[in-house]
């Protein structure tokens, strides 16, 4: 599988952490963060059953099999970090809908944005040829969008869509995870400058 492509069925996949948005819309504050927080133990007993029990990792790698990274075969995939950030956005945000909108919005499309646009056309290497100035920028660009369109005024969605960037930009690691980190950040900038 091409690495582009490989991206793509990644990011399809991030996608769903649109659901945490569309969950929070339909059930409100404080529902949406309770049942999130729970969906989390959920998925945190299945990914620690992953790590521990070998025939369940065999089965999950090979149904989201090219999907899982090498560093999440021996860490907590990305699944556990989503679920994390967005829940960490909830609360922070307390409610307020274009900080949640915003902040999951920028995870799902900025990161999005950054990795294929970094595949297709990053030349410009940053961090040790890791990133890419173009997926950076079109990260940048993308969470600044959606921050917009979830009513975030201009000089506040372009902060959090800095912060998300810079947050992208940082190496993955077995400890560090974007997935996390970016709508905890994005939310945490909303918060302290203000939405709206």
């Known amino acids: ?9 990644r990011k399809a996949f991030h996608m769903l952490s649109l659901v945490y948005w569309g969950a929070f819309l339909l059930f409100g504050w404080p529902r949406a963060a309770l049942g999130l927080a729970a ?5 945190l007993a299945i ?8 025939a369940v990792e065999r089965r999950l790698v090979a149904l989201f099999e090219g999907m899982i990274r090498d560093t999440e ?3 907590f995939s990305g699944i556990v970090h989503t679920t994390a950030g967005c829940l960490a956005a909830m609360l922070i945000a307390r409610g307020d809908r274009a900080i949640v909108g915003a902040a999951i919005g920028q ?3 900025g990161d999005a944005a950054a990795a294929l646009a970094g595949k297709a056309f990053g030349s410009t290497k940053i961090l040790r040829g890791k990133k890419s100035l173009e997926g950076s920028l079109a990260c940048l660009a993308a969470a600044y969008a959606v921050a917009v369109l979830c009513g975030v005024r201009p000089a506040a969605a372009l902060a959090s869509a800095a ?3 810079l947050v992208e930009l940082l190496p993955t690691t077995g400890f560090f995870n974007d997935n996390l980190w970016l709508p905890t950040v994005s939310a945490a900038v909303l918060r302290l400058l203000g939405a709206r």
Do not use: C, D, N
């Not at 969906?39 to 998925?43: G, I, K, N, Q």
């Not at 990914?47 to 070998?54: D, V």
């Open 1 to 9: 599988m091409s690495g582009l492509r490989r991206e793509l069925g």
């Open 39 to 43: 969906w989390l133990a959920v998925v």
């Open 163 to 165: 912060a998300a960037a």
């Open 73 to 75: 075969r021996r860490h």
């Open 47 to 54: 990914e620690t059953a992953r790590l521990k029990i070998p």
């Open 107 to 109: 995870l799902a499309f």
